[in-house]
């Protein structure tokens, strides 16, 4: 999926650094409109409740950095979300659903 290109000698490095400010809007454009689908999702959670699951993250993480070589960039990015979305939600409860993932939400969470 990522893959390193060299950039078209043709383009001046203005003209490159124009292409990275308008990928650079894309991106916030999306990480805006994603936090606004998560606030969808927290007002669709019953009140006073709001878990996390570390478990739905795990999975999240394992799919989307399966064929990325900078796996470790793509976690750190995803955790950066998930971390201002749970702030936005005020999580209070952290659920796991599997005992091979208490040691990793211990260590997250505490």
Do not use: C
Not at 64 to 71: H, K, N, T, V
Not at 74 to 90: D, F, S
Request: aromatic share 4%; net charge positive.
């Amino acid at each position: 999926m990522f893959a390193q290109s060299q950039a078209p000698a043709a383009l001046t490095l203005n003209e490159i650094r124009a292409q990275l400010d308008e990928i650079d809007g894309s991106i916030l454009a999306l990480i805006v409109r994603r936090l606004q689908l998560a606030g969808h999702v927290r007002a669709t959670k019953p009140v006073g409740r709001t878990p996390f699951r570390p478990g739905r993250e795990a999975e999240m993480l394992a799919r989307l950095s399966a064929d990325i070589a900078p796996a470790r960039l793509v976690q750190r990015i995803w955790y950066a979300l998930i971390g201002a979305t749970l702030a936005r939600e005020g999580i209070t409860e952290v659920v796991v659903e599997s005992a091979d993932l208490k040691p990793a939400a211990r260590a997250r969470f505490g």
